[in-house]
């Protein structure tokens, strides 16, 4: 039912009640007229007041499919409930810190100290090994091989004939020769030495300076080695006294 028919609704009720309470009174008006024509006059009583009721009507409210009804009363959010605070348990108080003892550091073992190195005499030499050899070409068909050099003094010096040295000269393919400086046989010079072979390469070799054939070394032995055919002849080997 839409609003119109509600409101022609409510003026129905409305006109039919108006025209109720009119029928009413005109029957109550007609009753006493009556009375008065067949009875003898008489006290004309007060009319008595009759109130019309006045009737107040309330539009019904019919809901249509689309109204949403409204609530009744807005609900009110409800409060949380307050969360506990824990109780701190009390601070303790801090007493004076104990002193723990430590222990002692240990006693460092001193280290031993490594035994006095061993002094291993060393030969006491008068000569020593000073420079050479300087390695020549010396083909077969040109020249022989050849190991020779010189020996000077503390002041650089030939030594003389009267002061003459011995070259000891072990090889593997000669064995042991000797050569006295200055020798004049060989025509040499003062303090010069020189080993010759008649074709094959001396190989490896040591060079000593001696006192003499048989004699005690008079410096430490000179390694050498002669196996290139190009480098047969070895020279300026020097020695000198310290």
């Keep these: 039912m839409n609003k119109r028919s509600v409101a ?37 009583p007060t009319p008595t007041k009759t109130f019309v009721p006045t009737f107040t009507s309330t539009p019904a409210v019919v809901s249509g499919p689309t109204d949403t009804p409204s609530p009744t009363s807005e609900p009110l959010p409800s409060t949380p409930p307050e969360t506990p605070i824990p109780t701190q348990p009390p601070t303790p108080t801090l007493g004076p810190p104990t002193n723990t003892p430590v222990p002692p550091p240990p006693a460092s073992t001193p280290t031993p100290r490594p035994p006095a190195p061993t002094n291993t005499p060393q030969p006491s030499y008068e000569f020593y090994y000073v420079s050479g050899p300087i390695k020549d070409t010396c083909l077969p068909e040109w020249c022989l091989p050849e190991i020779a050099g010189i020996v000077i003094d503390a002041h650089g010096n030939p030594l003389d004939n009267f002061n003459a040295v011995w070259l000891k000269l072990e090889s593997d393919s000669f064995g042991v020769q000797h050569c006295r400086t200055g020798d004049p046989a060989q025509m040499l010079q003062p303090g010069q030495f020189k080993f010759q072979s008649d074709g094959p390469r001396f190989g490896e070799y040591t060079l000593t300076v001696v006192q003499g054939p048989g004699g005690s070394a008079l410096s430490a032995p000179l390694w050498e080695k002669m196996n290139a055919w190009s480098k047969a002849q070895q020279t300026y080997i020097v020695f000198q006294k310290y």
């Excluded at 009174?25 to 007229?33: E, Q």
Aim: aromatic share 8%.
């Design 8 to 44: 022609i609704l409510i003026i129905s009720v409305t006109v039919a009640a108006a025209i109720g309470c009119l029928l009413a009174v005109a029957v109550l008006t007609f009753s006493s007229y009556g009375d008065f024509l067949g009875q003898a006059p008489a006290e004309t």
